[in-house]
T-cell receptor
Framework: EPEVTQTPSHQVTQMGQEVILRCVPISNHLYFYWYRQILGQKVEFLVSFYNNEISEKSEIFDDQFSVERPDGSNFTLKIRSTKLEDSAMYFC???????????FGSGTQLSVL | RKEVEQDPGPFNVPEGATVAFNCTYSNSASQSFFWYRQDCRKEPKLLMSVYSSGNEDGRFTAQLNRASQYISLLIRDSKLSDSATYLCVVFSNDYKLSFGAGTTVTVRA
């Protein structure tokens, strides 16, 4: 079965540093998402992306965050200047249609020290 | 009011028991509904979609009640491997998927 892949699985960074989380969505999917989950809390929506632009973003997704689809396969999330509270598991997801089931990657655990 | 609300549990049940729980949603225009399962520190995985007429997949039964704006999940003959957090996911007509906080189920031997 095709799957969403994310790298790295773990990322440790110093506060104030920039990080880029990488995702390869399923190849025939058109809608891409980033979610995060702080330990012990619910899955939170960050941003959705379609047709090379952001279609929706949450209040969490402030100016420190950006997304990019630099080529035909990768979908990245950049956090410009990380804060301690950015420590979380970040999940990438994709689907063919927003009304259809969502496929998640295995996540990147980000730890900001 | 939260968009999607779930009883956090935990539901602690013996093997073989039946466990059921609900999820309420606030947007009456919501179109699609899903139950995902999440194991500790893993990604959510689709358990089943929820159809208007209700649907069953093995030991799992999902129901939708549009009038009262809730969906339910029932697990029959619980197995130890059913221990997980069950996430309710609702797709509304503004192209947004909303997640509930999850219901934790623990099945004991």
């Amino acid at each position: 079965e095709p799957e969403v892949t994310q790298t790295p699985s773990h990322q440790v960074t110093q506060m104030g540093q920039e990080v880029i989380l990488r995702c390869v969505p399923i190849s025939n999917h058109l809608y891409f998402y980033w979610y995060r989950q702080i330990l012990g809390q619910k899955v939170e929506f960050l941003v959705s992306f379609y047709n090379n632009e952001i279609s929706e973003k949450s209040e969490i997704f402030d100016d420190q965050f950006s997304v990019e689809r630099p080529d035909g396969s990768n979908f990245t999330l950049k956090i410009r200047s990380t804060k301690l509270e950015d420590s979380a598991m970040y999940f990438c997801a994709s689907n063919r249609d927003p009304n259809e089931k969502l496929f998640f990657g295995s996540g990147t655990q980000l730890s900001v020290l | 009011r939260k968009e999607v609300e779930q009883d956090p549990g935990p539901f602690n049940v013996p093997e073989g028991a039946t466990v059921a729980f609900n999820c309420t949603y606030s947007n009456s225009a919501s179109q699609s509904f899903f139950w995902y399962r999440q194991d500790c520190r893993k990604e959510p995985k689709l358990l089943m979609s929820v159809y208007s007429s209700g649907n069953e997949d093995g030991r799992f039964t999902a129901q939708l009640n549009r009038a009262s704006q809730y969906i339910s999940l029932l697990i029959r003959d619980s197995k130890l491997s059913d221990s997980a957090t069950y996430l309710c996911v609702v797709f509304s007509n503004d192209y947004k998927l909303s997640f509930g906080a999850g219901t934790t189920v623990t099945v004991r031997a």
